[in-house]
């Protein structure tokens, strides 16, 4: 039997759904509240929303010197010459790199992990973005490695890794610094940032 036009339609529908549903922070039922938005909002989102995801798709890539997301490659960030050569700092996502860029917190160049190691989730050194890491760390220009990994179980191991890989690169391997939040209040600080601040204070 051929289906009508509703049935064509809901079946698109449903696959928009389907498809929304995969994005993280949404499930079945917050795909379908967006799904609902769009239709209702044809032209003024869901035209446009469809129009940058198509450019997107097409233009976007990864940077093949250091992993993050750009329409060049070498990206803006590895080809910008007022970028200090120095100092390279190493993230696990390209999240993190918007993050640290958004609060103008760095200047040199970034390499991103594309995840940590993890013994859980089977995730090993080859599964990440080390390889083209440490001939970047060993090039002339290149004196600091800051290692930016998350406070987690993970981060910290793939930090230990990396550590070690890179001996004999002749930079210094930094760190950030664990503590108390700007305007943060003992009182309301979980233990393990209360403790790593404690262990990580310095002289005034
Ligand atoms: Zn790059």
Not at 45 to 64: F, T
Not at 121 to 143: K, S
């Amino acid at each position: 039997m051929a289906k009508g036009p509703f049935s064509l339609a809901a079946a698109d529908v449903e696959r928009l759904i389907r498809l929304l549903a995969k994005l993280p922070g949404l499930g079945p039922r917050s795909a379908r509240r967006v799904a609902l938005h769009l239709i209702q909002q044809k032209e003024t989102v869901m035209r446009p929303l469809a129009e940058a995801l198509a450019d997107a798709a097409e233009a976007v890539g990864v940077c093949s010197r250091c992993g993050n997301i750009d329409t060049a490659d070498p990206c803006e960030i590895c080809a910008d010459p007022r970028r200090d050569p120095a100092s390279i700092c190493v993230v696990e996502q390209v999240g993190d790199l918007w993050a640290l860029e958004r609060a103008s917190a760095f200047r040199g160049r970034y390499h991103v992990l594309g995840g940590v190691l993890s013994a859980l989730d089977g995730v090993t050194p080859e599964d990440l973005n080390i390889e083209t890491l440490i001939p970047r760390a060993a090039e002339a220009d290149v004196t600091e490695i800051i290692l930016a990994t998350n406070a987690t179980v993970d981060g910290q191991t793939t930090a230990h890794y990396l550590t070690e890989r890179l001996e004999g690169c002749g930079v210094t391997i930094t760190r950030l610094a664990r503590g108390v939040p700007v305007g943060g209040e003992l009182d309301y600080l979980d233990d393990g940032t209360l403790i790593t601040a404690f262990a990580s204070r310095k002289g005034v």
